[in-house]
């Protein structure tokens, strides 16, 4: 869980136990960038065996970082910079990261973000805001916006829609 301060450095708060304690990780050290008072507004944390890995955004503007802690979540390292997006940093493995936005402008890791290329995917929605995504293996993965979901089964490259319970 991400506790966040307009006057303070984020901090994540992590459970061992179910929820019933917790602790807070140490603040999360400013990218290598002016950083206004706060710093940067982490997202979602994945876990790749011991390592986790966590996307992070700094707006306006809208700049997609990536940390990671070999210790639980009680610290955090800058990892990288994404290339300005969009989207948010999907974190599909421990080495492969994707974002997904405009039409033709999405873009890929194999390295841990060391270095990123274009990305062809056939994901589209009619939302103007960003998608969130989830992957569950380096293949399944579930993106939704604004009530819809669609599910890609190889990685990103192919979505298919999902009917979204409720509606019809």
Known sequence: MVGLDQNKAAVVY??????????????????????????VYPHRVSAFGSTLLMDAT??????????????GG????????????DGFVTL??????????????????TDGGLSWHAYTTDYNQAASVAPAIVFGDASV????????????????????????????
Do not use: C, M
């Open 14 to 39: 992590r459970s061992q136990d179910g929820g019933v304690r917790w602790q807070i990780s140490k603040p999360l050290p400013n990218p290598p960038a002016p950083v206004a008072t706060g710093g």
């Open 141 to 168: 993965g579930y993106a939704t916006v604004r009530g819809s979901i669609q599910r890609t089964t190889d990685g990103g490259a192919h979505w298919t829609a999902i009917k979204t319970p409720g509606t019809g």
């Open 74 to 85: 009680a610290s955090w390292s800058f990892v990288t910079t994404a290339p300005p997006s």
């Open 92 to 109: 599909v493995s421990a080495s492969r990261w994707i974002t997904i936005s405009a039409p033709d402008d999405s873009k890929e890791t």
């Open 58 to 71: 700094l707006a306006p503007p809208a700049t997609n970082y990536v940390y990671s802690s070999t210790d």
